[in-house]
């Protein structure tokens, strides 16, 4: 056993000698006082790769990808079904997701330019109104009116809600115009009295 202790003591120690000598003269303490070193490493962060699946006030929206702490995750996002961790299957069904809905909005603006361009082309269309004097009319044109020529000519549903026509009281010619898209407005066309 005293053996044992002799091979294990601090001053015969390779790892102290590489250190620059015995541990007395490094430290300059007694001959029987021993210290020990400790080395610590640093606390590992926990967190979690996350994508939301509803909007989270102070941390993001719909979607989005992100990184939370896994405590946070644990014990609010995943309890409330807010999160979930990302996997590669969930982010190639996302891609996809996207994929699908830019198809959409792609299908949906040329559905509008198409729209547009038979609006354009039709040419006039006419309204027909009691007249009074001169070229006054009773009541005016609305945009219901035009709407419902525009479905009696080209049979298509137009919503009253996207056409936008100046207020006409009098006969003449007016340029109508319909936003059927945030990026499409079909105008030039005129409404005659």
């Not at 620059?20 to 029987?32: M, Q, T, W």
């Not at 959409?104 to 729209?115: F, G, I, P, S, Y």
């Not at 007249?131 to 009319?137: E, F, L, T």
Request: aromatic share 6%; net charge positive; proline share 3%.
């Amino acid at each position: 056993m005293a053996s044992t202790a002799a091979t294990l003591s601090w001053s015969s120690s390779s790892l102290l000698q590489s250190f620059g000598g015995s541990l007395n003269e490094a430290i300059k303490l007694p001959d029987r006082t021993t210290s020990m070193v400790i080395l610590a490493q640093k606390k590992a962060k926990k967190t979690r790769k996350i994508i939301l699946k509803e909007d989270v006030s102070y941390l993001g929206k719909k979607g989005q990808l992100l990184d939370v702490k896994a405590g946070y995750y644990r014990n609010f996002l995943l309890p409330t079904g807010k999160a979930q961790i990302v996997t590669p299957i969930l982010i190639k069904e996302m891609r996809m997701e996207d994929e699908r809905i830019e198809a959409e909005k792609k299908r949906v603006k040329d559905e509008a330019q198409q729209l547009a361009l038979i609006f354009e082309t039709v040419g006039a269309f006419k309204v027909k109104r009691k007249g009074g004097k001169g070229k006054q009319i009773f009541g005016t044109v609305t945009a219901q009116d035009l709407v419902d020529i525009i479905k009696a000519q080209l049979q298509r549903e137009v919503d009253k809600r996207i056409v936008s026509i100046p207020e006409i009281r009098e006969t003449g010619e007016y340029i109508a115009e319909l936003k059927l898209h945030p990026e499409v407005t079909a105008k030039g066309n005129a409404v005659k009295v």
